[in-house]
C-alpha cells in the first residue's frame, strides 16, 4: 500500500507542530521519519494511524482519502517504544489477541500465531509472560503481534529505544530481513540518525516543524540540502566553518591562519560566487598529517585524540576554530601539532547560504549529480 500526506499541518492550541507536510511513501517501502526530539515524527505517525486528527491536509492510502476513517477501518498495524503487551497473557495470547478485529477461524489464528513466532525466533517462548521475557524478547513479541495482523501498512514509534546498544544492532537487522520477507510498507520513527541511516531506504528529515529533506541514506550524506541535514546525518558530524570566497581570486578564505600568521586560503571549487558561506567538510575529508606537504595545508594544534584502534577521530584547532578530523589509521597520542589538508574536490566542499542554510552547488556538482536534489 502506498501513502501519501498532502498538506498535513497540526497545531495543538496555539502551538504548531507541524507545518505542510506532503509525502509519498511507496508500497513496500521502509521509509523512516528522523528528526530532533518534538520535530512532530510521532505526531505524523499518530495522523497516519488515525489516533489524532490532522489540523489541515489529507491522507491517502493508495487512492482512497482515509483522513477522516476510524483507525480500526485502516487496516494497520503499530508497535511502540513501551511494547504495550499486557501483563497478564502469555507471548501466544498477547499475538493472538492482536488479531481479534479480524474474526478469523480458531485454526488460521493458531497458523498466524505460530507463523509470526517463528519468524521473530520466539517459537520457544509461547506460553512464557512478558516479565518473563528479557527486554529484546518483548521487543519481539511486539513485533510478531503487528506482523501476524498481516497488515498492509505497519508503524513503528522507535521501537527500539529501550534496548541495549548491542541488542539494538541486532534487532536492526532483524527488522530490516523481516521486512525485506514480508514487504510490508514500514514507517518507522526515530531520533537516531545512525538508525534511520542503516534501516531505511528512503528518510524524511524533520526539523522545525518542517520536512527538511527525503532522500536514500546516500542522496542525504551526500547532497544535504541544508546545513541541518548536514550536521544532523552523520557521526562524527559534518564540521562547518564560516568562510569567504573570491570567485575572481578562486579561493575560500577559512577562519583560520596559515603559518606566517596570515589568514589560511584554500582553492576554491568553479560555480561558487563570491561571498560569505558556511562550509561544511565530513571529518573523514579532512586529512591530517605531522609534516606539511602543500601551501594549502593549514597547521592545527591537536586538541585531543580518540583511538578507535583502526580509526581515530583526531580534535584539532586554529584560531579558536576547533574541528574533527576523522582518519582511517592510528595517530599519535601524543601529537602536540599537524597540518590539515582539505578536499579539493567540489563533492567534498558544502556550501551553505549563511541566512537561509540552503546548499549552494557549485558548477561541477550541477553537471555531474542531479540525483537526490529535489
Ligand atoms: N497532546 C499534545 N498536546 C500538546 N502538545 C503536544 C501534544 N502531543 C505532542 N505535543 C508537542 O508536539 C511536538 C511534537 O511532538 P512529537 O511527539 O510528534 O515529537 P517527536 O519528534 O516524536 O519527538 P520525540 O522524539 O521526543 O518523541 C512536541 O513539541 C510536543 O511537546
Excluded at 26 to 48: A, D, H, M, Q
Aim: zero cysteines.
Amino acid at each position: 500500500m502506498a501513502i501519501q500526506l498532502t498538506h498535513l499541518t497540526k497545531h495543538f492550541g496555539d502551538t504548531p507542530v507541524l507545518d505542510d507536510i506532503t509525502a509519498t511513501i511507496n508500497e513496500g517501502e521502509f521509509y523512516v521519519l528522523v528528526g530532533p526530539s518534538g520535530s512532530g515524527k510521532s505526531t505524523i505517525l499518530r495522523i497516519i494511524a488515525g489516533l489524532i486528527p490532522a489540523t489541515s491536509g489529507d491522507i491517502y492510502f493508495d487512492d482512497k482519502k482515509v483522513t477522516d476513517a476510524a483507525p480500526k477501518d485502516r487496516h494497520l498495524a503499530m508497535v511502540f517504544q513501551n511494547y504495550a503487551l499486557l501483563p497478564f497473557m502469555s507471548v501466544a495470547e498477547n499475538i493472538r489477541f492482536g488479531l481479534h478485529n479480524l474474526h478469523l477461524s480458531t485454526a488460521d489464528e493458531d497458523a498466524r500465531v505460530a507463523d509470526a513466532l517463528q519468524m521473530v525466533h520466539l517459537s520457544d517462548l509461547a506460553d512464557r509472560k512478558p516479565k518473563e521475557l528479557s527486554g529484546g524478547q518483548q521487543q519481539r513479541v511486539a513485533v510478531a503481534r503487528a506482523i501476524a495482523t498481516q497488515a498492509n501498512l505497519v508503524l513503528m514509534d522507535e521501537p527500539l529505544s529501550n534496548l541495549d546498544a548491542q541488542l539494538r544492532t541486532e534487532m536492526r537487522e532483524e527488522l530490516v530481513e523481516l521486512h525485506k520477507a514480508l514487504k510490508m510498507t514500514l514507517i518507522y520513527v526515530t531520533h537516531d540518525q545512525t538508525e534511520a541511516m542503516t534501516m531505511g531506504e528512503r528518510i524524511m528529515v524533520l526539523n522545525d516543524h518542517r520536512i527538511q529533506q527525503v532522500g536514500t541514506p546516500l542522496e542525504l550524506y551526500n547532497h544535504p540540502q541544508n546545513a541541518f541535514v548536514a550536521t544532523f546525518i552523520g557521526s562524527p558530524k559534518m564540521n562547518m566553518f564560516t568562510v569567504t570566497v573570491d570567485a575572481a581570486a578562486k579561493t575560500i578564505t577559512l577562519p583560520m591562519v596559515d603559518e606566517d600568521g596570515r589568514p589560511a586560503l584554500i582553492p576554491l571549487p568553479a560555480g561558487i560566487p563570491s561571498g560569505t558561506y558556511q562550509l561544511g567538510v565530513r571529518p573523514e575529508k579532512v586529512r591530517l598529517s605531522l609534516a606539511s606537504a602543500s601551501e594549502y595545508d593549514v597547521p592545527v594544534t591537536v586538541v585531543n585524540v580518540a583511538s578507535l584502534g583502526r580509526a581515530s577521530n583526531v580534535a584539532v584547532k586554529n584560531s579558536d576554530v576547533e574541528f574533527i578530523a576523522d582518519i582511517a589509521e592510528q595517530f599519535p597520542e601524543d601529537a602536540a601539532k599537524a597540518f590539515v589538508t582539505f578536499p579539493t574536490a567540489a563533492a567534498d566542499l558544502h556550501f551553505f547560504a549563511p541566512d537561509t542554510g540552503l546548499a549552494v552547488t557549485s558548477a561541477a556538482e550541477k553537471a555531474g549529480v542531479t540525483d537526490g536534489i529535489a
